[in-house]
């Protein structure tokens, strides 16, 4: 079937079927695959993968610590106020 031959099916339709029908339509876009929704070029998903690949070879050697590790970390050398939370003292957290 081709788009045209879609285009004229769907004039015809009542309103109520157009109604379930782009509603239909709605749903099948926010889960229909994205090949690279980034447009992203193979040489920066290859720089992406790498870095990740050290993210983790760092994490496994121990060269990197939780988030809320260096936050309680922060908060003691600074001398920051306990009673607020991390997302308030350190708003990327």
Known sequence: MSVQEIEAAITLLPPAD?????????????HAPVSDPDNLTEEQVT????????????????HARPAAEWAAQ????????????????????
């Open 18 to 30: 157009l109604a379930d029908l782009a509603h239909w339509f709605q749903q099948f876009q926010a």
């Open 47 to 62: 720089q992406i993968r790498a870095g990740i690949g050290r993210g983790l070879e760092d994490c496994e050697a121990g």
């Open 74 to 93: 922060l908060r003691h050398e600074l001398h920051l106020p306990t009673h607020l939370p991390d997302t308030d003292l350190f708003p990327r957290f």
